[in-house]
């Protein structure tokens, strides 16, 4: 999958699961301060890549996952 | 001497309406809230008769943040308790500065752990269940998250005392405020209305099969009765001390001045007549009132064939000859379970405050044991300013209160 397409697929379901604007989603922002979620959200927005691409982020593995752009580049590097 | 605990709001959403106006006129009308529905019997149910309620929209109301922790029951008790504050003239300031506690009658979330344990078959994967699940699927949901969305910060507890559980909230509550330990508390029930809460429920063929005629098959002391109908939603009054309401200036609505309580310690799901006796005179003992100024009494009465007929006797025993009026709502609602204990109480405020009393519908032919009370079928227009609610449940749990009307 291309990554623009990846990437509008995982805005588009972040932001109907979150209820935020999709022009909030930005490569640099904060996950959990532009979702406005603790690490209780986090695990909703795990849920849901592994709806969307049969990706399951391990929860060491978030430590590393802080930015959009980190979450596009996870799911690029581990799609099958 | 004790202090006086006094009611200052109220709030209700049923299969009667969506706000106490709603309610109210469903009651004056004698209106019956149960219908068919079809897909409980695609489930395998011996009935499918239900009352009918829709699950409010609470999107734009409350963020996705905390409507994702909330059960079904939760969006029915947050709508009557956000209308019971509003109608106590309480708002977010008064609650964050004084010690509001919060006592809620409910005694499952089957909906929410099916749907976790489905989740969780079916994926193999618990992260999957998502981070809802665990707060909805606990029996405490409504407390914990009624607790965090009005910011309450004095006790925070579920009453679980099965179809009493509403009921036992608010004479807690009172007993709370009583001893001095609290000086409001939000206290209420709800029930969730989903097929998965009450399969088990219809297993034991407790439920009316009526269904050619939903209207008429919840029928309280009538001598064909022949089962429940399950019912839900949920009922918020705000009780506080005599003395708080008049601190803040509320409009006091009535006074609760008894609560009786008691335990058959008998079978698991058939009620004697000792156990429902000893609450009502406990209640009535502790009111300190004659008899004679119960001008309405609100049964338990659920439409099966044992329950009623033994809470007649009871009510025959303790009332001898004085005879007021007494109904059944659940005629209406159909078996509110959890929350029936707290709608009760609503109903009959509100029957009170504008002097009528609803009809027990359905009440055609009297058996052996109701033709000994005075059950209208039609509506009665009547005052009154003291009534007495009766609320039992499994495992022989039996409470009632009187509530006394403050003008």
Known sequence: ?80 | MKRRVVITGMGIYSCLGKNLEEVCTSLYEGKSGIVFDPSRKELGFRSGLTAHLEIPNLKGILSRNQRVYMAEQCNYAYAATAEALKNAKIDHDYLVAHEVGLLYGNDSSAGAVMKSIDTMRDKRDTTMIGSGAIFQSMNSTISMNLSCIFKLRGINLTVSGACASGSHAIGLGRMLIQAGLQECVVCGGAQEVNPYSIGSFDGINAFSIRESEPEKASRPFDRDRDGLVPGGGAATVIIESYESAVKRGATVLAEITGYGFSSNGDHISVPNVDGPSRSLQMAIREAGIDIRDIGYVNAHATSTPVGDANEAKAIANVFGSHKPEITSTKSMTGHEMWMAGASEIVYSMLMMKNGFIAPNLNFENPDEDSSKLNIPAVRVNKSFDTFLSNSFGFGGTNSSLIVKNIK
């Open chain 1, 1 to 80: 999958m291309e990554k623009t397409k990846l990437i509008d697929r995982v805005n588009e379901a972040l932001a109907e699961e979150f209820e935020i604007e999709i022009s909030t989603l930005v490569p640099d922002a904060n996950i959990k301060e532009t979702l406005d979620i603790d690490s209780l959200g986090l695990v909703d927005m795990v849920a849901l890549v592994e709806s969307l691409f049969g990706i399951k982020i391990q929860a060491h593995e978030m430590t590393g996952i802080l930015t959009f752009e980190n979450l596009y580049d996870y799911i690029c590097n581990n799609i099958k």
